[in-house]
């Protein structure tokens, strides 16, 4: 099934799951602290079922994008005398901060078992083998081989590539050197230690700039698929075609040729094609496209990859149905940790606002996975629980964080703030939050139109 086709219930259904695990953590926690619950609601909107018990509403209501917990309180109408020692604004602060703070934990701990239900089936991966590091890089300079395999960095062992890539991201944020254990082919072990100095935080830039780049089987540059309209087609090339040379320089492998046309956009270049038993010239003026920030040159061509060539990389993370746990719980923190770091190197300009992912994305992203298979759409629920835990900690007003923040500030003070300084907060978080909101979505409109 096509992924967008997927996109739109996937994204539902995520958004449906992950603020109803919110709000019942609000719920449930309110509920034990003897607040009474007026409405549990699933959506927004009116209401398209419902039914009552104990005292409380439960709802579905017609716009499946959201869900609130409406519980008592003096601030949103009058509170019967008998009823006001159950309305929310009349709790002590621990309990009103125990009950906010309900929703983001229960997120947290939704992520722990979506984690660790994905780890317990095993997580198909790549082994970590290293291609030939680009001369200048860090890895280069301290002598990094190609198909070397990175065995822990920092201590943690990293079994697959994305078990690395996850170790590098979080170790850069906090450290000035990357310390890998990598092992070579003939089986001997040794110790490297990538500085970080001026390498970009952003994870487009990390890796690159590193050198640390996923090994490819060498395929050859024979073309398999000619796209209509482009560049390919246009100087006449067809399927079947090798490409022996580009403006002179030899190519026997379809990687170089792609880094060799990346570098030339909009440009007129010379390649040398042989076409059975012929050899031929064609000039072909290559079209364009933007990625990570950058205009790289476009061919319009692909190319026949046996999957056979993969087979002996293939790697597989499961820490087994026991292991799953601590290795879901740590992986909840990484992503916690990482979230934060990346939050706060935007805000000082170390990592590109471009990463902010709004809901065309996140829709697209949700749909992919759930068209790959229930693993990883778990493995997507989990990424977005723990960014919405996250998130709704931040201590920005309007937020879950923000509420938290004015019921510490009254526990420690022994007063509440004045309603002036909350509606001052209130119209900052605001404020705030469409700013998220009209990057997310620039990011969108971009990401649409191949900006």
Same mark, same amino acid.
């Given at each position: 099934?096509?992924?967008?086709?997927?996109?739109?219930?996937?994204?539902?259904?995520?958004?449906?799951?992950?603020?109803? !695990?919110?709000?019942?953590?609000?719920?449930?926690?309110?509920?034990?602290?003897? !607040?009474?619950?007026?409405?549990?609601?699933?959506?927004?909107?009116?209401?398209?079922?419902?039914?009552? @018990?104990?005292?409380?509403?439960?709802?579905?209501?017609?716009?499946?994008?959201?869900?609130?917990?409406?519980?008592?309180?003096?601030?949103?109408?009058?509170?019967?005398? /008998?009823?006001?020692?159950?309305?929310?604004?009349? =709790?002590?602060?621990?309990?009103?901060?125990?009950?906010?703070?309900?929703?983001?934990?229960?997120?947290?701990?939704?992520?722990?078992?979506?984690?660790?239900?994905?780890?317990?089936?095993? +997580?198909?991966?790549?082994?970590?083998?290293?291609?030939?590091?680009?001369?200048?890089?860090?890895?280069? /300079?301290?002598?990094?081989?190609?198909?070397?395999?990175?065995?822990?960095?920092?201590?943690?062992?990293?079994?697959?590539?994305?078990?690395?890539?996850?170790?590098?991201?979080?170790?850069?944020?906090?450290?000035?050197?990357?310390?890998?254990?990598?092992?070579?082919?003939?089986?001997?072990?040794?110790?490297?230690?990538?500085?970080?100095?001026?390498?970009?935080?952003?994870?487009? =830039?990390?890796?690159?700039?590193?050198?640390?780049?996923?090994? @490819?089987?060498?395929?050859?540059?024979?073309?398999?698929?000619?796209?209509?309209?482009?560049?390919?087609? =246009?100087?006449?090339?067809?399927?079947?075609?090798?490409?022996?040379?580009?403006?002179?320089? =030899?190519?026997?492998?379809?990687?170089?040729?792609?880094?060799?046309?990346?570098?030339?956009?909009?440009?007129?270049?010379?390649?040398?094609?042989?076409?059975?038993?012929?050899?031929?010239?064609?000039?072909?003026?290559?079209?364009? +496209?933007?990625?990570?920030?950058?205009?790289?040159?476009?061919?319009?061509?692909? !190319?026949?990859?046996?999957?056979?060539?993969?087979?002996?990389?293939?790697?597989?993370?499961?820490?087994?149905?026991?292991?799953?746990?601590?290795?879901?719980?740590?992986?909840?923190?990484?992503?916690?940790?990482?979230?934060?770091?990346?939050?706060?190197?935007?805000?000082?300009?170390?990592?590109?606002?471009?990463?902010?992912?709004?809901?065309?994305?996140?829709?697209?992203?949700?749909?992919?996975?759930?068209?790959?298979?229930?693993? +990883?759409?778990?493995?997507?629920?989990?990424?977005?629980?723990?960014?919405?835990? +996250?998130?709704?900690?931040?201590?920005?007003?309007?937020?879950?964080?923000?509420?938290?923040?004015?019921?510490?500030?009254?526990?420690?003070?022994?007063?509440?703030?004045?309603? @002036?300084?909350?509606?001052?907060?209130?119209?900052?978080?605001?404020?705030?939050?469409? !700013?998220?909101?009209?990057?997310?979505?620039?990011?969108?409109?971009?990401?649409?139109?191949?900006?």
């Amino acid at each position: 099934m096509p992924d967008w086709l997927l996109s739109i219930p996937a994204f539902i259904i995520a958004i449906g799951v992950l603020v109803a !695990v919110h709000e019942y953590g609000h719920f449930w926690v309110a509920r034990r602290l003897g !607040v009474r619950v007026l409405r549990f609601s699933i959506g927004f909107g009116p209401r398209i079922w419902g039914t009552s @018990r104990g005292g409380t509403e439960y709802w579905l209501a017609a716009i499946p994008l959201g869900g609130y917990v409406k519980m008592l309180d003096e601030r949103e109408g009058p509170v019967a005398r /008998e009823e006001r020692h159950r309305a929310f604004n009349r =709790q002590p602060p621990w309990k009103r901060i125990l009950i906010v703070a309900a929703g983001p934990a229960v997120n947290f701990l939704f992520a722990v078992f979506a984690y660790w239900w994905v780890f317990s089936m095993g +997580v198909p991966g790549m082994q970590p083998l290293l291609a030939e590091p680009e001369p200048g890089t860090v890895a280069a /300079e301290v002598g990094v081989q190609a198909q070397e395999r990175v065995i822990s960095l920092d201590g943690r062992l990293t079994p697959t590539w994305h078990e690395l890539r996850l170790a590098a991201m979080k170790q850069a944020l906090f450290n000035d050197e990357l310390k890998l254990q990598i092992e070579d082919a003939a089986g001997a072990v040794r110790s490297v230690s990538l500085p970080m100095d001026g390498i970009g935080l952003d994870p487009q =830039q990390l890796f690159p700039g590193l050198g640390l780049m996923p090994y @490819r089987p060498p395929v050859a540059p024979v073309l398999a698929e000619i796209l209509p309209g482009e560049s390919a087609e =246009q100087a006449g090339l067809q399927a079947g075609d090798r490409v022996l040379s580009f403006n002179g320089q =030899q190519t026997t492998d379809w990687s170089r040729l792609v880094a060799l046309i990346a570098k030339h956009p909009e440009k007129d270049v010379v390649l040398e094609i042989e076409r059975g038993e012929e050899v031929i010239q064609r000039t072909v003026h290559l079209g364009s +496209v933007v990625q990570n920030e950058e205009l790289r040159g476009r061919l319009g061509a692909g !190319v026949e990859v046996d999957p056979g060539l993969w087979q002996d990389l293939r790697a597989e993370y499961a820490p087994g149905v026991l292991g799953a746990l601590p290795a879901a719980v740590q992986r909840t923190w990484d992503m916690s940790i990482l979230t934060l770091g990346m939050l706060g190197h935007m805000l000082v300009g170390d990592v590109s606002w471009r990463n902010v992912s709004g809901p065309v994305q996140i829709a697209s992203f949700a749909g992919q996975s759930a068209n790959i298979g229930l693993d +990883v759409y778990l493995a997507f629920l989990a990424l977005v629980s723990v960014s919405l835990g +996250v998130l709704n900690l931040l201590p920005i007003p309007v937020l879950d964080g923000g509420h938290l923040l004015y019921y510490t500030v009254e526990l420690l003070r022994g007063r509440p703030l004045s309603e @002036r300084v909350q509606a001052a907060g209130q119209r900052l978080g605001l404020a705030m939050l469409a !700013v998220l909101m009209t990057v997310a979505l620039y990011n969108d409109f971009l990401h649409l139109f191949g900006g």
